[in-house]
């Protein structure tokens, strides 16, 4: 990674060993099962989408960076 900046990279990199996300599995149902991070306590961002079936990674609902409420059906 090249970093162009005019700061130096111990302020930008400063707590970059701190970023410790827990991610949690959330099954779908139909054979999808996605890796979250919890944002908070009703709220988690999508980070993966596993499934065999590709008809699954084309759904609009469902990619890398949605944020979904806890409890929500798709």
Do not use: C, H
């Amino acid at each position: 990674m090249i970093n162009y900046s005019i700061f130096p990279a111990e302020t930008l990199f400063d707590d970059w060993d701190e970023f410790d996300p827990q991610y949690q599995e959330m099954e779908l149902g139909e054979g999808i099962t996605l890796l979250v991070e919890r944002i908070d306590p009703q709220q988690v961002r999508i980070n993966r989408i596993i499934s065999s079936n590709p008809q699954a990674f084309l759904k609009n609902e469902i990619f890398p960076g949605t944020i979904l409420k806890t409890g929500l059906q798709i």
